[in-house]
């Protein structure tokens, strides 16, 4: 899966702009970032609050168990061991515009594809939270 992902606000996808809005409003301009969304970038989320989809601002990436960098999407295979709480009791939708993808010779990445859903300017990934330090954590969740 992902390890960048745009978060878009181009004027025609009124769906982005209005989380990107509200999000504004409650913690300020710079909540978020926009555009290419990179590890530890502030992004947004959508929660469930009082039964709503509720816009808030995430760090992109959890840490790893062994301490050694970030967990950038969870796997389904190991989602239940490793993420058992969070997966359970912090899930949550990553709205995005696209996600990128590396194509590798050998063991370089070579050229990066931006990938978006044909005919859709929205792309809702399943993703949970956990919590670092003082800021909510996010993943996506992958197969």
């Known amino acids: 899966m992902c390890a960048h992902y745009t978060v878009f606000s181009e004027a025609e996808i009124l769906e982005m702009r209005i989380i990107l809005e509200e999000l504004s409003k409650k913690f300020g301009a710079q909540a978020v970032k926009t555009g290419e969304i990179n590890p530890t970038d502030i992004a947004p989320v959508l929660t469930l609050a009082d039964d709503r989809l509720v816009p808030s601002p995430a760090r992109f990436g959890l840490p ?37 993808e590396w194509l590798h ?39």
Do not use: H
Request: contains cysteine.
């Open 64 to 100: 790893r168990k062994d301490g050694k960098g970030l967990n950038l999407n969870a796997r389904s295979d190991n989602a239940l061991t490793v993420w058992r709480r969070s997966l359970f009791t912090r899930r949550c939708v990553v709205p995005s515009t696209g996600f990128y």
């Open 105 to 143: 010779v050998g063991k370089k990445p070579t050229d990066q594809f931006l990938f978006r859903r044909p005919g859709e300017k929205m792309l809702y990934m399943a993703g949970m939270l956990d919590r670092i330090t003082d800021k909510d954590g996010v993943t996506p969740l992958s197969s």
